[in-house]
């Protein structure tokens, strides 16, 4: 298994163009850029608020729990022309089979939303993280930006 990272959801933050997720260790923040409606569903658990319906993320969640499984850990895995890549480990067990490990390739935007849904941890591979600009100003700056328009 490579060396990896775990970050956790540090900020969301609308743009023109989608969402700002900012990804952080403590010391260190990264950001991408994902679709609004995934942002609405990470941020609608950060908040703990409940939709009237369930979203998709809730639907595929509860599909899990009914199989007897659960997200164990999602890590994003590399970055090709900007676009990250991730991979999302559920584990299962119920009554007909014995314990089962899945890895899945996903969207990191999906993996978040789900492993905010079973407080599962988030991870980047380490040689990623190091290669990835600190972009904890630019958080704070648009942190500030968001207050002076308000």
């Known amino acids: 298994m ?3 990272v775990r970050v ?8 023109q163009a989608g969402c700002a997720v900012f990804l952080g260790d403590g010391s260190k923040v990264i950001v991408f850029y994902i679709d609004p409606a ?3 569903s990470i941020n609608t658990v950060l908040s703990g608020q409940a939709p009237p319906r369930p979203l998709t993320h809730d639907l595929f969640q509860s599909a899990l729990e009914a199989f ?7 890590v994003i895995v590399r970055m090709e022309k900007e676009i990250y890549f991730a991979r ?3 584990e299962a067990q119920n009554e007909i089979m014995e314990r089962k490990i899945v890895e899945l390739d996903a969207r990191p935007s999906d993996c978040i939303a789900l ?5 599962a941890p988030l991870y980047v ?3 990623l993280w190091d290669r990835l600009e600190d972009m904890s100003q630019t958080l ?9 328009s308000e």
């Open 38 to 40: 995934v942002g609405v």
């Open 88 to 90: 999302l480990i559920i």
């Open 8 to 15: 956790e959801p540090v900020a969301l933050m609308p743009t």
């Open 115 to 119: 492993s905010v849904r079973n407080g």
């Open 2 to 4: 490579p060396d990896l």
């Open 140 to 148: 704070e700056m648009m942190r500030k930006q968001g207050e002076e």
């Open 125 to 127: 591979v380490r040689e």
């Open 68 to 74: 007897g499984g659960k997200v164990a850990r999602a």
